[in-house]
């Protein structure tokens, strides 16, 4: 009986044991890692945490969506593990929150947009300090010197606050802002999407930055950051992963030695 007792607790404590360990992967809308359309989420983070799942068992990742503006509170408080295609310095080591920091495995650039009939040649770039920028509430623009605070931004640089990269570029389109910071990966994307509006923008040579995407990881994680990286790595050997990278004007960079 009491041999009876033991298998019955042992099978029941089984699914338990062999139950994969939760990551949860907080995103908030940055096209094209994130994008939202009624309430639906696609993108390369969508893809990269199918595709680690696919990886492997040990651990099941999960999307877990934020904002630009709550992503280090939401962290604070619990409500995500991990975050892909982030910069550490995009706000994390200011706040003193303690992340695991991956190598960076990719490269994107934030540009201008403006009105071609307005704009007209790359010269009109080259000083912006008196004109009107759209930018996305919580990121960070090295034209603002990183600069959060929404006075801050609308008194100082002249920026004018939006939800997302889609609104930045209907803005210049319907003549409210001279300009918009936008990504190169989001505009190429966008055009493609839009062609008819080719003709009518103009996109700075000028790069506001250059910044390197990492992953971050809550180092009381029991998922060690050396794993998720080479996982990750091993993803974006794929040819559908690189072709998606190639598609959206991303790069992405070798492993260091």
């Not at 990269?165 to 918009?180: C, F, G, M, P, W």
Request: hydrophobic share 45%; net charge negative; with cysteine.
């Amino acid at each position: 009986m009491k041999l009876l007792l033991l298998l019955t607790m042992l099978i029941l404590a089984l699914p338990q044991a062999l139950a994969s360990i939760p990551v949860r992967v907080g995103a908030y809308e940055f096209p094209p890692y994130l994008q939202l359309q009624q309430q639906q989420a696609s993108g390369l983070t969508v893809q990269l945490i199918a595709e680690l799942n696919q990886l492997q068992q040990q651990y099941h990742f999960e999307l877990v969506l934020t904002t630009p503006v709550r992503r280090h509170q939401d962290f604070q408080q619990g409500l995500f593990d991990a975050i892909f295609f982030e910069d550490e310095n995009w706000g994390w080591q200011k706040k003193g929150l303690m992340m695991q920091a991956s190598p960076a495995f990719a490269q994107d650039d934030e540009v201008f947009i403006a009105l071609q009939s307005q704009a007209q040649s790359q010269q009109w770039f080259a000083d912006l300090s008196q004109k009107s920028k759209a930018g996305i509430l919580g990121y960070h623009y090295r034209i603002a010197n990183y600069e959060t605070d929404p006075d801050i931004l609308a008194n100082q640089y002249l920026m004018i606050p939006v939800t997302d990269h889609l609104a930045s570029v209907e803005l210049v389109l319907k003549q409210r802002t001279d300009t918009a910071i936008v990504t190169r990966s989001f505009i190429k994307q966008y055009l493609k999407s839009y062609p008819q509006y080719q003709k009518a923008l103009l996109i700075s040579d000028r790069v506001d930055q250059s910044y390197q995407l990492q992953l971050l990881l809550d180092p009381a994680h029991p998922l060690k950051m050396d794993a998720l990286y080479q996982w990750v790595c091993q993803i974006m050997q794929q040819p559908m992963m690189q072709q998606a990278f190639a598609d959206n004007g991303l790069t992405l960079l070798p492993k260091p030695d």
